[in-house]
């Protein structure tokens, strides 16, 4: 099977030369995801409302290619500060259930536009 590109406008529009995620097998691999509302594209305020985004559009990305949040297996959280990952764990407990997916967390020093958080996904999406 070839891989296939997933693109919504639903969520924003990638920042440089990558797809929004990209399919393969039923894995969906879905690019780093930061708090731009893709209406506006303006980035939410705060580390809360950013985080809130971030979810919502990973979410639009996975729903495009016929999924869930229910179908990620592994979330990679970005921060620019760790002071926000009890935060995100807060959020996280609202959007996903149990079984959660794997997840790192990993403190950088910046993130594109100036983001507090980035978020990029892998899920598999039963494809019968």
Do not use: C, W
Request: charged residues 15%; without cysteine; hydrophobic residues 50%.
């Amino acid at each position: 099977m070839s891989r296939k590109i997933i693109s919504t406008t639903r969520a924003p529009e990638a920042l440089g030369p990558y797809s929004q995620a990209v399919m393969h097998s039923g894995t969906l691999f879905v690019s780093g995801q930061i708090g731009l509302n893709p209406r506006t594209a303006l980035m939410a305020e705060g580390i809360e409302a950013q985080a809130i985004q971030v979810i919502d559009n990973l979410e639009a990305v996975i729903q495009t290619a016929g999924g869930s949040l229910a179908d990620i297996v592994k979330l990679t959280v970005y921060l620019t500060d760790l002071i926000h990952f009890q935060l995100i764990n807060q959020i996280m407990k609202q959007r996903f259930t149990e079984p959660y997916p794997a997840r790192a967390a990993i403190g950088v020093a910046a993130l594109p536009k100036d983001a507090l958080v980035e978020i990029d996904a892998i899920a598999f999406i039963d494809q019968d």
